[in-house]
T-cell receptor, first 113, second 112 residues
Framework: NAGVTQTPKFQVLKTGQSMTLQCAQD?????MYWYRQDPGMGLRLIYY???????DKGEVPNGYNVSRLNKREFSLRLESAAPSQTSVYFC????????????FGNGTRLTVT | QKEVEQNSGPLSVPEGAIASLNCTYS??????FFWYRQYSGKSPELIMFIYSNGDKEDGRFTAQLNKASQYVSLLIRDSQPSDSATYLCAMSRGGSNYKLTFGKGTLLTVNP
């Protein structure tokens, strides 16, 4: 039981390059999320998917796109990376019920130069 | 005003003392409240959650919720150096909305 798995762990991009962050969970969770964490800013929600086939914007969606490929997988794409997207990205998941905590992946540290 | 406000810290306590971490929230529709611990360079891990007014104890940790005053707190008794971490408060509205909104976190240092 791996929980939530994110790849890659580290990535360096040049401004304007694109990349996709991958996330998969094996806990049969309905909902999946992408957060970014910046110093002094806490965790901010980028996009989430309440169930397979649906996606919604969070607090800071600009510059990102997502795909809920199936129940297990939820990817985050940066089409044209900017230095402001330098951050640590966390994928998380939970079940659709009250009091359901988030289970986090190990994070992806992205640097855009 | 951000939806979830935490005492900004950093907070420093001696080993064996009680550490008190506080969080206030603005959304009266919030139903469930969570405390996460995050060590430097690691992902957040759940400590406990609370959804009813009052206290909830789990080992050395006690969460307190007061919905009328819109605050939730976490007490850590007999603090240990291994408790040194950033503590994140989070909440969800529940119903059909299960996403969590996080505070900025409070850095706790427990000095031996």
């Amino acid at each position: 039981n791996a929980g939530v798995t994110q790849t890659p762990k580290f990535q360096v991009l040049k401004t304007g390059q694109s990349m996709t962050l991958q996330c998969a969970q094996d806990m049969n969770h309905n909902s999946m999320y992408w957060y970014r964490q910046d110093p002094g800013m806490g965790l901010r929600l980028i996009y989430y998917s309440a169930s397979e086939g649906t996606t919604d914007k969070g607090e800071v969606p600009n510059g990102y796109n997502v795909s809920r490929l199936n129940k297990r997988e939820f990817s985050l794409r940066l089409e044209s990376a900017a230095p402001s997207q330098t951050s640590v990205y966390f994928c998380a998941s939970n079940v659709n019920r009250n009091n359901s905590p988030l289970h986090f992946g190990n994070g992806t540290r992205l640097t855009v130069t | 005003q951000k939806e979830v406000e935490q005492n900004s810290g950093p907070l420093s306590v001696p080993e064996g003392a009680i550490a008190s971490l506080n969080c206030t929230y603005s959304d009266r529709g919030s139903q469930s409240f969570f405390w996460y611990r995050q060590y430097s360079g690691k992902s957040p891990e759940l400590i406990m959650f609370i959804y009813s007014n009052g206290d909830k104890e789990d080992g050395r940790f006690t969460a307190q919720l007061n919905k009328a005053s819109q605050y939730v707190s976490l007490l850590i008794r007999d603090s240990q150096p291994s408790d040194s971490a950033t503590y994140l408060c989070a909440m969800s509205r529940g119903g059909s909305n299960y996403k969590l909104t996080f505070g900025k976190g409070t850095l706790l240092t427990v000095n031996p």
